[in-house]
């Protein structure tokens, strides 16, 4: 019962807090309209930096398919394995698409700053290489195979019983 008093006493106290305020519903809505207006405002003041941002993706995307062609021909000439290759060219278009959305980023909100988004992939690499450091351990272990090339396409290998030819040398 000394709950209830006081849940009730509780209710009475946050009714009579706001009703007793002077704040009407028309000031409420006028409040809330003003708010939207503001918040319209910005979000027109911002659309050149982001029209600005989406052109740098656009251009990203095509330099990516460029570094691809740019990486992809001269590794064809020095490097045997195809699959060493196909990391390598991966590799350039994943870093070249992480440094074009890195300037968008930046042009679309002036507030981040080239040094906070520096600090955040560091950060955030160490949180996912502890999350995946099993796929990361995988992921080495087959760039070393490629490097190595302790077997080739077309090999016969035994596995512990278990016989089988290589048909394909990727990264799990």
């Known amino acids: 019962m000394v709950w209830q008093n006081n849940k009730l006493a509780s209710d009475r106290y946050i009714y009579l807090k706001i009703f007793s305020s002077n704040l009407t519903m028309g000031a409420i ?102 999350a995946f450091q099993d796929i990361f351990k995988n992921f080495l272990a087959g760039i070393l195979m490629l490097l190595h090339e302790p077997f080739q396409l077309g090999d016969q290998i035994v596995v512990e019983g278990f016989e089988g030819t290589v048909e394909e040398i990727s990264m799990r």
């Open 29 to 130: 809505i006028q409040q809330i309209k003003t708010s939207l207006l503001n918040l319209l405002g910005q979000a027109i003041e911002a659309m050149p930096s982001i029209a600005a941002a989406v052109v740098v993706i656009v251009l990203t995307n095509t330099a990516a398919k460029f570094v691809s062609l740019a990486v992809s021909a001269p590794t064809q000439q020095t490097v045997k394995s195809l699959s060493l290759r196909s990391l390598l060219v991966q590799i350039a278009f994943a870093l070249t698409w992480a440094a074009g959305s890195s300037i968008a980023c930046v042009i679309a909100f002036p507030a981040l700053r080239p040094g906070d988004i520096i600090g955040l992939l560091g950060l955030g690499s160490v949180a996912v290489s502890f």
